[in-house]
């Protein structure tokens, strides 16, 4: 079929086709399916785009920067009954609209239930878009939807538009899975370490925490004050790559970034260091989280072993983090001098000399003080 293309036609098709090649200038997978979505809704005059991949550790497999997200849902639980969709994998078609898949059989696909109960009461009506079959047993799909018929970029002309840019859809779908392995790798190997683990991207923001890091920060009441050394680490090594790249190196590598945080339960080591083009979307930096004291008694064992009372142990596990007794007096709502004299008992029942061995005596696995 030939076609004339506007000025505006070819400005469109070089803004998508610049889109679908280029998924890595993206901060997320969604950034560039968004992107991509809204290149298309112009380039055919849409009301709506969705866009299906495989799932992935970056997003979900299927999205939409226009539709609810109840609506989107919906699209997602009816795939595997959309017969539209089974008929253009069937027919092979990797540009398909409604013409195309219904092939002349307007009875069954007015029948549908996905084309009444989800794709004509929020306005996907008319249809036109790609199929990629990128390996088997997988598929990739970008639907463009007019809440009403009748325009001729979703007919044969449409088509023909789209499949100008086909073979560029496919290269940014093949990218994109490409990463999606590698995202899924890097999980493994993250969920490995013995110690917490997050990384953020370029702009400071976190796009993955382990399993490990969530479960040692719900374990210590003061989380935030770990999560604020997180977040130091992060914006240092950030404004350092900003600046042009590491500031200090040693032996050829940049050196990391070290935050000591101590709190009332235990002693943590957060470093930090840039991970480069980590799972192709920019820089990425990588921040692990290490418990470098023991796991602290309970406050049973302190009971039994030492003695201290409630607020002894309250006020123990203040000095393991280090505070002076003007800040327990102010963090419990008591005098100095009331202070004072709980911080001596604790000591004494402890059998320490000083406030920088009341941490180690905590710990699990310390010897009990002399009765």
């Excluded at 013409?99 to 249809?127: C, F, K, S, T």
């Excluded at 878009?129 to 007919?155: H, I, S, V």
């Excluded at 923001?205 to 719900?218: G, P």
Aim: net charge positive; aromatic share 6%; with cysteine.
């Amino acid at each position: 079929m030939r076609v004339t293309l506007s000025t505006d036609d070819c400005t469109r098709l070089e803004a998508a086709a610049r889109t679908l090649l280029s998924p890595f200038a993206y901060p997320t997978m969604d950034a560039w399916r968004g992107a991509v979505n809204a290149c298309f809704r112009a380039l055919v005059e849409a009301d709506h785009a969705l866009f299906f991949l495989p799932p992935a550790p970056d997003g979900p497999g299927i999205y939409s920067d226009d539709l609810p997200p109840e609506v989107v849902a919906q699209a997602a639980a009816g795939m595997g009954q959309d017969q539209g969709m089974r008929r253009a994998l069937a027919f092979e078609l990797g540009v398909f609209n409604r013409n195309r898949v219904v092939a002349g059989d307007w009875a069954g696909y007015w029948r549908d239930p996905i084309v009444n109960e989800i794709h004509r009461p929020n306005g996907l009506l008319d249809g036109i878009g790609y199929l990629q079959l990128p390996t088997e047993g997988t598929f990739a799909a970008l639907g463009l939807y007019r809440e009403r018929g009748g325009t001729e970029r979703f007919d044969e002309f449409g088509c023909t538009l789209m499949g100008l840019l086909r073979p560029a859809f496919r290269a940014g779908v093949e990218m994109q899975l490409m990463v999606a392995n590698q995202c899924a790798a890097l999980t493994t190997v993250v969920e490995g370490l013995s110690e917490g683990a997050l990384i953020a991207d370029a702009a400071g923001t976190t796009q993955y925490e382990s399993a490990t890091l969530r479960a040692l920060l719900a374990a210590d009441p003061e989380r935030e004050r770990i999560r604020c050394g997180i977040r130091l680490v992060v914006e240092t090594l950030v404004a350092r790559w900003r600046r042009g790249g590491a500031a200090r190196w040693r032996d050829g590598r940049p050196l990391p970034v070290v935050q000591d945080i101590t709190t009332v339960v235990a002693r943590y080591r957060i470093r930090g260091c840039e991970g480069g083009a980590v799972v192709g979307y920019g820089t990425r930096v990588l921040v692990t989280v290490a418990r470098t004291s023991g796991v602290p008694l309970a406050d049973d064992a302190l009971r039994t072993t030492y003695g201290l009372t409630p607020r002894e142990i309250i006020v123990a596990r203040l000095l393991a983090g280090g505070h002076a007794n003007a800040a327990i007096a102010t963090t419990l709502g008591i005098r100095p001098a009331t202070a004072r004299r709980h911080t001596e008992a604790v000591l004494g029942k402890l059998g320490v000399s000083s406030r920088a061995q009341v941490a180690g005596r905590l710990a699990e696995g310390a010897p009990p003080a002399a009765r």
